[in-house]
């Protein structure tokens, strides 16, 4: 019974888009081929009886659209909308197709005015109701209501989509943060620079204030200013201190050397 009303709005359909210009006993007898199965089909047998026999009221689409209906649609499709309506919900639908399966489902269930507004917001989720609540200026009729959660539910699944986006780009004072994919250590940039995530190298900072680099987690002393004068490039050394084998100083800035010359006083 229910695939009555859906059997009935396609077959008109399709008369109103292709067989405008055909007569109605063409228009009948097309409809009536896709009258098929089960009892319907002793049923179809009948009515062609009667048609041939000129005993049958039937002339029109319309009319046999209306037998239809009388002979095999719902008695008590009324009944079963509004049960639906009371128990319709959002679930995890977004808003558009709720409103359409409520549209539907309100349709002929005899609903409106407030009672089918109260309805309506009751199978809405609790988040879009609680913002439609802060809104200064509620809608007053159900179009409006329903254009505003559709509206409303679209800007948040916008907002959301938005939020993914830039929270890609981590930012920190006075400069910025590049991921570049990879892993390995990190550094800290000073400020007023930038911190670059380099593939297998960690993170590498630039700017004032001093930088550190870190490349495969290892830290290495801090950058050098390519425009400084390397006094000791070219001595034959390879900066390495020749007692105690560190690397990044000469002999005579050792730090351990220099410790064993402090004379403690009391």
């Known amino acids: 019974m229910e695939e009555v009303s859906i059997f009935v709005n396609v077959a008109c359909l399709y008369i109103r888009m292709k067989m405008t210009k055909e007569i109605a006993a063409t228009q009948v007898a097309w409809v009536l081929s896709y009258v098929q199965g089960g009892i319907v089909e002793t049923w179809k047998d009948n009515l062609l009886d009667e048609l041939a026999k000129g005993e049958s009221e039937v002339e029109l689409a319309e009319q046999l659209f209306t037998k239809i209906r009388n002979d095999f649609g719902e008695t008590l499709e009324e009944e079963r909308k509004i049960e639906q309506l009371r ?13 359409q399966e409520f549209k539907k489902v309100a349709r002929g269930s005899g609903y409106e005015g407030r009672p089918l507004i109260k309805e309506f917001k009751r199978g809405l989720n609790r988040s ?9 200026e509620l809608p007053t009729t ?3 209501w329903q254009e505003r959660v559709v509206r409303l539910d679209r800007n948040q699944r916008q907002s ?3 939020e993914k986006i830039l929270g890609r780009n981590v930012t920190c004072p006075g400069g910025n943060v590049q991921s570049r994919g990879g892993y390995g250590g990190g550094s800290y940039g000073g400020r007023g620079g930038q911190i670059t995530w380099r593939m297998g190298g960690g993170y590498r900072g630039g700017g004032g204030g001093g930088n550190i680099f870190n490349r495969g987690g290892t830290q290495m002393g801090p950058r050098r200013d390519p425009n400084t004068m390397d006094i000791d490039r070219g001595r034959g ?3 390495t201190c020749y007692m105690y084998r560190k690397w990044g100083y000469m002999a005579k800035n050792c730090w351990e050397r220099n410790k064993e010359r402090v004379v403690e006083t009391p």
């Open 87 to 99: 128990t319709i919900k959002q679930g995890e639908r977004i808003c558009d197709e709720y409103v």
């Open 128 to 136: 879009i109701r609680r913002k439609l609540a802060e809104a200064e």
């Open 142 to 144: 159900i179009g409006e």
């Open 160 to 162: 959301r989509i938005e």
């Open 237 to 239: 050394g390879d900066r």
